[in-house]
């Protein structure tokens, strides 16, 4: 069901060069291959905003558990009365570790502004509003910068001691980064497959002699909270024919449909607004998806389907054709079937047409093979160090009393092996390339904008009429 974008390899190149040269000198000066923090987010919005105040308003549409500030910058053409305009949005970064989904949100609003005198650029703002909310997840964001974390921050007690994140990872050894821990001795570098995990990085805040069991993450997915279909995985889905739907929803799927403070305010936000298309963007694979995610195709009932399939077709090309890389396309639920998505509930609710972009898979194909779907970069190389038990009590950890998850202390000459991942080690960098990977998102999203002519206007269900 995976659909491939037939690849012209002559014409496909990896230098595809940025085209920011264009963009007008009041558009504040961003470097797109470094990873920004939130607030360093937040202050690039507030200056693209002011730079552009004509055509721009920057609002928040609600706040996380940790009361940061959802942003919303919308952008249009204010002398155009709404009514005439058509409403298209685009949501990164609802999954906290995916920051380069956040970038790409970010850049394609800096990219409409600092272009908006060009006439590719006006006719869009004459006759769309394009919303950019640039990170759903932005507790999750920030937590990233100590180690990859998809949910959000949702108060948690992993370890049942009473005090949420009791026992947050915490980089001891000073590498700047969060290592994996295993058992073993100097002279034995261990395997990590079927291995167990000694515990993570950490100084054991909460004395309980395990190192890193209560970290600062929720173990909430967000895009399987929405309220549509929410944990949809019962006796009947188990022994249905179609696969187990929702399976991979219902462990992470949160106390309650729509129960986290960043959807609702998603929701609110498109029950509010009239959008006609829409984008949420992610990393992990290099591909468009869209709905349904939690059934297969059924040709009798779902005719907008192909028509989202076509557009899907079209953004991976231009994704495509912009940055070398190569993207697919297919229906969310033969990428894997899971429920409660966005792009299911704003879809199923509202008529929304919702696409899923992943616009980053992190390493090299084999032998630089487009249809692998890689983004071509050089990761840092996974690292392995040994500590004894007394380099571990230089460093403040009570070795007397340090046991593993199930309660087995270290063995006399055994110490820990600490291993890093790359991932452990680009928590504070962007990827190479990610100027052409922005760009390229910009492309796809284009395409998604101009499949919705203006005027049309998306159809309200006749409940939401109040
Ligand atoms: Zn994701």
């Not at 937040?42 to 055509?55: F, K, P, V």
């Not at 009791?166 to 990590?192: F, K, N, V």
């Not at 390339?433 to 904008?449: S, W």
Request: charged share 20%; hydrophobic share 35%.
């Amino acid at each position: 069901m995976k659909k491939w974008i037939a690849a012209s390899l002559a014409a496909l190149s990896l230098m595809a060069a940025p085209l920011a040269a264009s963009a007008s000198e009041a558009a504040p000066a961003i470097d797109w291959n470094t990873r920004y923090t939130y607030a360093e987010l937040e202050g690039q919005l507030t200056d693209i905003s002011a730079s552009y105040d004509d055509i721009t308003t920057l609002y928040p549409i609600g706040h996380t558990w940790q009361e940061r500030a959802l942003w919303c910058m919308e952008i249009t053409n204010y002398d155009v009365p709404a009514e005439e305009k058509t409403g298209v949005a685009v949501f990164g970064n609802i999954h906290g570790g995916e920051r380069e989904s956040g970038a790409c949100a970010m850049y394609f609003a800096w990219w409409l502004t600092a272009n908006s005198d060009t006439e590719r650029v006006s006719e869009i703002l004459d006759n769309y509003i394009v919303y950019v909310i640039p990170v759903i997840n932005p507790d999750g964001y920030e937590q990233s910068f100590v180690y990859n974390n998809r949910p959000n921050l949702r108060p948690n007690d992993a370890n049942g001691d009473g005090v949420a994140f009791s026992d947050p990872y915490t980089d001891i050894d000073g590498d700047g980064y969060i290592a994996t821990l295993y058992r073993g001795t100097a002279d034995a570098q261990p395997e990590r497959r079927g291995n167990p995990v000694f515990g993570m990085e950490s100084c054991d805040w909460d004395k309980n002699g395990i190192l890193g069991d209560d970290p600062r993450t929720s173990g909430i997915d967000m895009n399987r909270t929405f309220d549509y279909q929410w944990k949809r995985f019962d006796i009947e889905t188990v022994n249905s024919e179609e696969g187990v739907i929702g399976a991979n929803a219902y462990g992470n799927g949160g106390p309650a449909a729509a129960s986290e403070p960043e959807v609702q305010a998603v929701q609110n936000f498109l029950l509010s607004h009239s959008v006609d298309a829409l984008a949420t963007l992610h990393t992990g694979i290099q591909c468009v998806l869209y709905p349904w995610c939690y059934r297969p195709y059924n040709e009798e009932i779902d005719t907008d389907l192909v028509y989202m399939d076509d557009v899907a077709s079209r953004m991976a090309a231009a994704f495509q054709e912009t940055t070398g890389r190569g993207f697919y396309y297919m229906q969310s639920y033969y990428d894997y079937p899971t429920s409660a998505e966005l792009i299911d509930w704003s879809y199923g609710r509202l008529n929304i047409y919702s696409y899923t972009i992943e616009v980053y898979n992190g390493g090299k194909s084999a032998d630089g093979n487009i249809e692998d779907c890689k983004w071509e970069n050089t990761l840092p190389e996974e690292t392995w160090v040994f500590y004894s038990q007394d380099d571990l009590a230089a460093m403040g950890i009570d070795t007397a009393n340090l046991t593993d998850r199930t309660g087995e202390p270290l063995k006399e000459g055994e110490g820990l092996w600490f291993y890093t991942s790359a991932t452990a080690q680009m928590v504070d960098k962007a990827p190479e390339g990610q100027d052409v990977m922005v760009e390229g998102c910009k492309d796809a999203l284009l395409v998604m904008i101009d499949s919705v002519p203006y005027g049309e206007g998306y159809t309200k269900p006749e409940y939401l009429n109040w």
